[in-house]
């Protein structure tokens, strides 16, 4: 206990407040940067050229520094200085030691956060989600987080466990729990594969909010309103009650961010029912909380307290929005949209944001030396609530409207594009967060020295309602907290081999069971392009697990199986798709296509916003660097091991599990129902009704325009990349038969994708758009002889390949990387038709005929093959 | 599944820990105490930054007057 006031007593007798505020102004410099970094690759969702050609490259670099520098950097910084205030003040006695604080605030700073910035920056990372610092970062993290036991556990220990206060409960709990989580949580995923190293990530993602963020907001909740309003809460029975549930429940949620995964249901069902009761749990400790406020008004008349108050009322929302999106049927719809970043915003930027900020004003305004202003303090508040407000409530709107385009089977650029003005909304909420905390920084260097002791006494001498209870120590109680204790300890265990360690035994089992014999690992190059995607944080955008829900299944294909991830460690699963999931990527686009989407993506694919790749590249897409290329070679292993055991791995994986209704989902789906993937001799569907030509051209702008360009004519940004080249549409003549043929089944070996994603309608109108662009020609028409030479040359040189009747079908052709032309539904003009005789198509097997044939021979031979035109001569 | 059991585990040592609050009032008043311990200390830490910052401000006043 504190001792009596004295005059010779000063707060900095107990508390080091030169600890309080290096830590308070750590926070608000690293906030201020990590919200530069939100901003920079938020801007990238709208107008993704906007930071110019290097800055966007480092689009993923960037997310790594803003998520890492909030956690670390903010809410790190912002708790230690509460806890330099806090934990004296709870325990009456000092924190171990102000030297080893001073080596912790050196630590902390410049060797974890800001070298961990320099490390994910430059490209040194793992991609684990909450935990991109590089391991050489988490070896320092953990000694840190072992100094920070050093250093605030021992003032709670001097006193017995039933004297202690719900915050001084949380504290320890956090100190605790953290310092075992965190190398559970960062460095196992680099131990283990595939879904085992998932399982660990999603028990990382939320140990890292339930047992490190939000213990320590709560202690700042459970400090500040009964410290400020001058009453004690409202029931510490609750407050505990809360805290206990909070504990045992919050490690046993982490599988709940892999629902419908190939990690065993039993797990996912646990994690989902914990989930639920932990709603249950925080409606209990958020009622506390609002009764601890009561008489506070609406809006409590101290900055510190408002913030507080929407703390609490952030945390009930998100709490109760985490409980709900863990229950299948909403989870099968939300999950990977912007609903989930709305979510995680509201949990990390607004519950424990106010709550931290709730902590530093709290302990700033009892720092002797230390000026505030309360006007840019409480104008900082109204700045951030309306900036956290618009930004989450957008974010979720968003994540509705990706969710039901995603269910509605449209196409995936439809999702991006009308994503896009929420997204501008969210950088424009981006203007008020940023002001808000500059004004907090400025509120913290005006204004009087003194407010802040003259706020305190203020409240302090409300009444205080309530009376010592001055019976014996009761054993019972200390038992019972002991016993909580241990079984709380023992849960914490019990979560990692539950979600963790058991799911990796029954996935090692899966593994064993339905893998092929053989399987092929990463060649050198492969390898190398896999930690180039995990450096730029790709996993971010394209998800790498196709989860077991029926539109999964439509729109990517078969179920991610437990051994396709054997060798994947860490997993790259990934928790949001900006772009579409990526596991069966491989073979689904030719290299010179995707080598032109990695040098600049909205060449091929105007609607992308996915950065570009231009320093992988000798300043052009077809002169790939190292990097590049095995970036490339990276993509094409996506999927190949499953699709090369097709189909004996299929058949033997759904044998041994005959009784496993996932499995059998899973072998019994399209292995690869990418929609742009070429397939050839596939039946085609009747289009129906054509849109509206505006919408046929609205299409051909934002689908085809990249390649065959705006008129049509091949030459469209990313033409010159491709080999073949994209067709000049106005050079030939097309049934729409053909049109129809190429858009449903792409053409291999040709970047030329298919379309199926479009509806009937769209690509009845793009039939006809493309159609349209054909510049009819006068031509003489050719004499008898003309002809009968014509027919002669093509008998000769090219009817093994074009086949008798022109209709690109010889026997030769089937051998061919490009099937040759059909000239019975394309007919080229004849100049085109004299070009590819003299220039052969790069990329095909037409050679140029001009060494051996002579330019009568070719006329002749080029209005010959325009006669199959139609089907016969 | 085991967690349901540990599930179930939390609900029945919540359950417990309700009943001993209800029947027994040593029980409640002790768990309730610790808020007002708390309470105590804060109040007297704020004390100690009020009377620090009062004897600040009037011996800075003393000494502006001596000044002048």
Redesign the interface.
């Known amino acids: 206990m504190i001792s009596a006031p004295s005059a010779s007593s000063r707060p900095d007798d107990l508390v080091d407040s030169r600890l309080v505020f290096a830590h308070s102004i750590a926070a608000l410099v690293t906030v201020l940067l990590a919200i530069v970094f939100g901003i920079i690759i938020s801007l990238q969702f709208f107008a993704p050229d906007i930071a110019g050609p290097w800055l966007s490259s480092a689009w993923g670099r960037l997310r790594y520094a803003h998520t890492q520098g909030i956690m670390l950097g903010w809410l790190g910084n912002a708790f230690l200085a509460f806890l330099y205030h806090a934990v004296p003040v709870l325990t009456g006695r000092k924190v171990t030691s102000v030297l080893l604080g001073r080596w912790m605030f050196g630590l902390w700073n410049f060797v974890v956060v800001l070298p961990g910035w320099l490390l994910v920056l430059s490209g040194v990372s793992q991609p684990v989600e909450w935990a991109e610092f590089p391991l050489v970062i988490d070896v320092f993290v953990i000694v840190a987080l072992l100094c920070a036991a050093i250093q605030f556990l021992p003032p709670f220990f001097k006193n017995g466990l039933e004297e202690l206060y719900v915050s001084s409960w949380y504290i320890i709990g956090s100190l605790v729990f953290t310092l075992l989580a965190y190398p559970m949580g960062n460095l196992v995923p680099g131990l283990v594969s595939g879904a085992e190293s998932a399982a660990f990530t999603g028990l990382w993602i939320h140990d890292a909010v339930g047992l490190f963020v939000t213990p320590l907001a709560l202690s700042i909740l459970y400090f500040v309103i009964p410290a400020t309003t001058g009453r004690p809460i409202f029931s510490h029975f609750l407050s505990m009650l809360g805290f206990w549930g909070l504990f045992f429940l919050y490690p046993l949620n982490g599988t709940h961010h892999y629902v419908f995964s190939v990690i065993p249901m039993a797990a996912q069902m646990g994690a989902i029912i914990a989930s639920a009761l932990l709603g249950v749990i925080v409606v209990i400790v958020v009622t506390n909380l609002l009764l601890s406020l009561r008489g506070s008004g609406y809006l409590p008349r101290q900055t510190s307290l408002r913030f507080v108050l929407l703390s609490v009322l952030f945390y009930l929302v998100v709490s109760v929005q985490g409980a709900l999106q863990a229950q299948m049927s909403i989870n099968q719809v939300v999950h990977f949209t912007d609903w989930v970043i709305g979510h995680s915003h509201l949990a990390m930027l607004g519950f424990a944001t106010f709550a931290g900020i709730a902590g530093i004003i709290h302990a700033w305004q009892r720092i002797p030396f230390a000026r505030y202003n309360p006007v840019a303090v409480d104008w900082a508040f109204w700045l951030l609530t309306i900036g956290i407000l618009v930004m989450v409530i957008d974010l979720t709107i968003a994540g509705l409207l990706q969710a039901g385009l995603w269910q509605s089977g449209e196409p995936w650029f439809e999702s991006v594009r009308q994503s896009q003005p929420y997204w501008m909304v969210r950088t424009l909420s981006a203007i008020p967060v940023t002001a808000g905390f500059m004004l907090l920084f400025y509120g913290l260097f005006t204004g009087s020295k003194n407010y802040g002791a003259e706020d305190v006494t203020s409240s302090a001498t409300e009444t205080l309602n309530g009376a010592h209870s001055e019976g014996p120590t009761s054993s019972l109680i200390k038992m019972s907290y002991r016993a909580a204790l241990s079984a709380a300890l023992i849960f914490f265990t019990l979560s990692i081999l539950l979600l963790g360690v058991w799911p990796g035994r029954v996935l090692d089992q899966q593994i064993s069971q339905t893998a092929p014999e053989s399987f092929f690992g990463l060649s050198a190059s492969e390898q190398r392009g896999r930690e180039i995607y995990a450096r730029e944080g790709c996993a971010y955008c394209h998800t790498q697990q196709i989860r077991y829900t029926a539109e999964d299944i439509r729109r990517f294909g078969a179920p991610t199986l437990a051994w396709e991830g054997q060798f994947d460690s860490p997993h790259m699963w990934g928790t949001r798709r900006i772009g579409p999931d990526l596991s069966r990527a491989g073979g689904t686009r030719s290299a010179d296509w995707q080598l032109a989407h990695l040098f600049d993506p909205r060449s091929v694919v105007p609607w992308s916003i996915m950065p570009g790749y231009p320093a992988y590249f000798d300043g052009s897409a077809n002169q790939p660097k190292q990097e590049a290329r095995d970036l490339l070679a990276y993509i094409e292993t996506l999927g190949r091991a499953r699709e090369l055991a097709w189909p004996d791995g299929e058949q033997n994986a759904g044998a041994s599990y005959p009784d496993d209704r996932w499995v059998q989902m899973s072998v019994n789906a399209a292995l690869n129902a990418h929609p742009g993937r070429a397939r050839a001799g596939s039946e085609i569907p009747d289009f129906g009704v054509p849109a509206s030509n505006d919408r046929g051209l609205q299409l051909w702008q934002s689908l085809c325009a990249g390649c065959h360009g705006m008129d049509g004519q091949g030459d469209g940004p990313a033409a010159s990349w491709l080999e073949p080249a994209p067709t000049d549409l106005s050079r030939y003549e097309f049934t729409e038969g053909r049109i129809a043929q190429v858009l449903w089944e792409g053409v291999e070996g040709t970047a030329m994708s298919a379309w199926r994603q479009l509806s009937g309608a769209d690509l009845a109108a793009l039939v006809i758009t493309a159609g349209s662009f054909h510049a009819p020609e006068s031509v003489i028409e050719p004499e008898d002889e003309q002809l009968a030479l014509g027919e002669s040359v093509y008998t000769d040189n090219c009817v093994q390949c074009h086949g008798e009747q022109g209709r690109g079908a010889g026997f030769a052709a089937l051998d061919l990387s490009v099937m040759p032309s059909d000239f019975t539904r394309q007919k080229p003009a004849l100049g085109e038709s004299l070009r590819v005789l003299t220039q052969g198509i790069e990329g095909t097997s037409m050679a140029p005929w001009n060494d051996r044939l002579t330019d009568e021979e070719m006329l002749a031979v080029s209005h010959y093959l325009r006669s199959f035109f139609g089907g016969g001569q | 599944?085991?967690?349901?059991v540990?599930?179930l585990?939390?609900?029945v040592?919540?359950g417990?820990?309700?009943f001993?609050?209800l029947l027994?009032k040593?029980?409640?008043?002790?768990?309730?105490?610790?808020?007002?311990?708390?309470?105590?200390?804060?109040?007297?830490?704020?004390?100690?930054?009020?009377?620090?910052?009062?004897?600040?401000?009037s011996h800075v006043a003393g000494k502006e007057q001596g000044n002048s």
Do not use: C
Not at chain 2, 1 to 4: A, C, E
């Open positions: 599944m085991i967690i349901n540990i599930v585990a939390s609900l040592l919540a417990v820990y309700l001993l609050w027994r040593d029980v409640r008043d002790k768990i309730e105490e610790p808020k007002y311990r708390f309470q105590e200390n804060v109040e007297r830490y704020d004390g100690i930054v009020h009377s620090s910052a009062t004897s600040d401000a």
